[in-house]
């Protein structure tokens, strides 16, 4: 079955710590995303990449750090100098031609 | 700067009814909209799209307006069965944007028996 991992489903760090979220895909898409989901909030952008080797900051990177070594993968680094770590993560992907962005199910970071 | 506004954050309709979501945007380079479905603690769903060069498109139950002039789209569900009872956020994007989407903030549809 094709589709997007994110591992684990949710996170528990305390503050000051780095944590790195898991994103894998295996529907062959160039393009993958980070999104933030906060309470009454839509879906903002962290990072995105449309190749292997790039990747752009988006609408809130700061305190946030990504790789794109394979294409299949793009993990996220929440770091300490993230303000407000707790949210709801969501990885997503797309062909890179333009359309429609597919999303994994996401993951819950709590940081005390 | 909101460029997606989603102005109602919840809206109720018995089971059968219509229901009618809407959307506006203030970015005149958007010329693809879409709309996805997302329950809680889950990734958002894709359910229908639409390009600037149409003014409707239908897939099933679902049918997504747009009206350019006035830059607002709605999501039309017809008939609505509780299984819809979700959030539904409307996203758009534009050329040149790399394929990033804009998100609105979500209306909660409740779909009452």
């Known amino acids: 079955d094709g589709g997007i991992t994110q591992s684990p489903k949710y996170l528990f760090r305390k503050e000051g710590q780095n944590v790195t979220l898991s994103c894998e895909q295996n529907l062959n898409h160039d393009?993958?995303?980070?999104?933030?989901?906060?309470?009454?909030?839509?879906?903002?952008l962290i990072y995105y990449s449309q190749i292997v080797n790039d990747f752009q900051k988006g609408d809130i990177a700061e305190g946030y750090s990504v790789s794109r070594e394979?294409?299949?993968?793009?993990?996220?680094?929440?770091?300490?100098?993230?303000?407000?770590?707790?949210?709801?993560y969501l990885c997503a992907s797309s062909a890179g031609t333009g359309g429609e962005q597919y999303f994994g199910p996401g993951t819950r970071l709590t940081v005390t | 700067d909101q460029q997606v506004k989603q102005n109602s954050p919840s809206l109720s309709v018995q089971e059968g009814r219509i229901s009618i979501l809407n959307c506006d945007y203030t970015n005149s380079m958007f010329d693809y909209f879409l709309w996805?479905?997302?329950?809680?603690?889950?990734?958002?769903?894709?359910?229908?799209?639409?390009?600037?060069?149409?003014?409707k498109n239908e897939d099933g139950r679902f049918?997504?307006?747009?009206?350019?002039?006035?830059?607002?789209?709605?999501l039309h569900i017809v008939p609505s069965q509780p299984g819809d009872s979700a959030v539904y956020f409307c996203a758009a994007s534009g050329t040149g944007g790399g394929n990033k989407l804009t998100f609105g903030t979500g209306t909660q549809l409740k779909v009452e028996l």
């Open chain 1, 70 to 88: 394979k294409k299949e993968s793009f993990p996220l680094t929440v770091t300490s100098a993230q303000k407000n770590p707790t949210a709801f």
């Open chain 2, 36 to 55: 996805y479905k997302k329950y809680p603690a889950e990734g958002p769903t894709f359910l229908i799209s639409i390009s600037s060069i149409k003014d």
């Open chain 2, 63 to 74: 049918t997504v307006f747009l009206n350019k002039s006035a830059k607002h789209l709605s």
């Open chain 1, 31 to 44: 393009a993958m995303y980070w999104y933030r989901q906060d309470p009454g909030q839509g879906l903002r």
